[in-house]
């Protein structure tokens, strides 16, 4: 049998379960009834499994399911309530990440941790810097092996490059390189190719599996089930904190029946078919201009359509969607809404325009992290709710919680601060932003980056609403299967020009690919 029932005994014989180890194999990693507790919830409860050494270990589950803070417990981020980690059977207490290093454990988490104003090669080797023998720092060993790992993973790495003006890709890469850098024997990945090309991913897991045949222990955090199936060999699932099941080889299961066991039910057709009807142009953006990032963008979104933008890491796609969102500052360009030419020159603009966008950078862009779930889903679409002058404080509540149960969002409270919720039930906070603005031409920048596989198929359903309901839909995403499975046309970028658009019809992987890399 390809996976354990939490009904087997764990591996001090105890309920609580776990897979059970060969006579003589001592894990790597093991956790005993570890259990952890945050204000109204309770994140983890009583979870024991083990990982084997020189495996990729797949821990799986929907967001807020408790992995994240699982890792965290185990690099000293956060401390449980009670329960034992052991590394290669000997009992270990982590105090804090420095520690972690010591022990030798690299992670890099899904959120950035980078410090924006200071360069690559300073964060890269921060705490940990190069010296000479006079006791300087050596900054060109530092420069030189920073562009030796980004070498490494296919990208060419600036070392001098500040991290603030590198995209959110560029920064997950530089994440990816510092973690490396540390010589780790047992390496965290959480959700690590959520802003990645497909070339930079395959560059990721050659490194893995490179690495993997050195006796590095993995373990991989995804919501991608066709990433698990490539790069894992075990594997985990969580449910609300819960341990439900090991699974011994990932790659022999059936993707349904991990489903089941991550969601706890049949999950329906992942892409939803829908019937709308594609109507006349509702957004109409021709000869878009960003000085030095794009030029002479041109393209139209219909009534009902899902139009995708396709392309490479940093081809120009979030460049024009925040040029027409009035984020960015254009050089040239018209644009046209329902056919009368706007003039934007701010996202306030924008949103009297009735667009949105939902962006990829959900910390930074999206969300005011200190404020609460309710706060930062109406705050966009405040005067929905004017009542002379004041706010009509019953229907802002009736309707955050009216998108807190479709988008299916865990938290205790909707006065719960955003920054406590785990970064896939924040973009359902983004999403549900935008939907509650009630816009007629929405931007989703990687909408379903670090979402479950439920949850995705609820955003997908969601976003067949708003097309059955006349709006139009652009969807930006680096994932092939998801604008394949869910767009009308796809537009694709390279280098910051439109070098194709194609109908559903038409678009395969080998054609955007052809487009993504320059074609014509």
């Not at 040239?332 to 809404?337: D, E, P, R, S």
Request: overall charge neutral; hydrophobic content about 40%; proline content about 3%.
């Amino acid at each position: 049998m390809p996976w354990e029932m939490r009904t087997e005994p764990s591996i001090c014989g105890e309920k609580g379960g776990g897979k059970m180890e060969g006579a003589g194999t001592v894990p790597i990693i093991r956790f005993e009834h570890v259990t952890k507790v945050f204000p109204g919830i309770k994140a983890l409860d009583d979870v024991s499994f083990s990982i084997r050494e020189g495996e990729v270990h797949c821990l799986l589950g929907e967001n807020g399911a408790g992995k994240s803070t699982l890792m965290k417990i185990l690099t000293g981020v956060y401390h449980a309530e009670s329960g034992e980690i052991y590394l290669r059977g000997e009992k270990i207490n982590v105090g804090d990440i420095h520690q972690a290093q010591k022990l030798r454990i690299g992670t890099v988490f899904q959120e950035n941790s980078l410090i924006p104003h200071m360069t690559v090669a300073e964060n890269v080797f921060l705490t940990r810097e190069i010296k000479n023998k006079a006791g300087f720092i050596d900054w060109n060993k530092m420069y030189s092996e920073c562009v030796r790992w980004g070498s490494e993973l296919g990208v060419a790495l600036d070392p001098h490059m500040q991290v603030k003006k590198l995209s959110v890709a560029q920064q997950q890469i530089v994440e990816i390189v510092k973690m490396f850098s540390q010589d780790p024997q047992i390496v965290i990945l959480d959700e690590p190719t959520s802003s990645l090309s497909d070339n930079e991913i395959d560059n990721l897991f050659n490194i893995i599996l490179r690495m993997q045949k050195k006796g590095i222990t993995f373990i991989y955090i995804s919501h991608r089930m066709e990433e698990i199936k490539r790069i894992g060999n075990s594997g985990t699932v969580l449910r609300d904190g819960k341990y439900i099941a090991t699974i011994e080889d990932v790659k022999q299961m059936d993707m349904d029946q991990i489903i089941k066991l991550i969601v706890g039910r049949d999950l329906e057709e992942q892409y939803p078919a829908r019937q709308s009807e594609i109507g006349d142009v509702l957004l109409d953006v021709q000869g878009l201009t960003v000085k030095g990032l794009i030029e002479d963008v041109s393209f139209q979104v219909r009534r009902g359509e899902v139009l995708g933008f396709s392309g490479l890491v940093g081809a120009g796609r979030t460049t024009t969607a925040k040029a027409v969102f009035g984020a960015l500052k254009k050089a040239a360009g018209k644009i046209t809404v329902d056919g009368k030419e706007v003039h934007i020159r701010n996202p306030q603009d924008a949103i009297r325009c009735g667009i949105s966008l939902l962006p990829e950078n959900r910390k930074e862009e999206g969300l005011i992290l200190t404020k609460s779930i309710a706060w930062n889903m109406v705050f966009a679409s405040l005067h929905k709710y004017k009542c002379g002058p004041f706010l009509d404080e019953k229907k802002q509540y009736a309707d955050v919680a009216a998108y807190r149960d479709m988008l299916s969002i865990k938290a205790p409270s909707l006065d719960r601060q955003i920054k406590y919720l785990s970064g896939g039930n924040q973009q359902k906070v983004v999403f549900a932003k935008w939907l509650c603005a009630e816009s007629k031409i929405y931007f989703f920048d990687e909408p379903t980056r670090g979402i479950d596989v439920g949850a995705k198929s609820e955003m997908y359903k969601i976003i067949n609403m708003l097309v059955g309901q006349g709006h139009a839909v652009v969807v930006i995403s680096s994932e092939l299967p998801e604008i394949l499975g869910i767009c009308d046309r796809v537009a694709v970028f390279h280098e910051g020009r439109l070098t194709g658009t194609l109908d559903r019809k038409d678009a395969t992987q080998e054609a955007i690919m052809h487009y993504a890399l320059g074609g014509q």
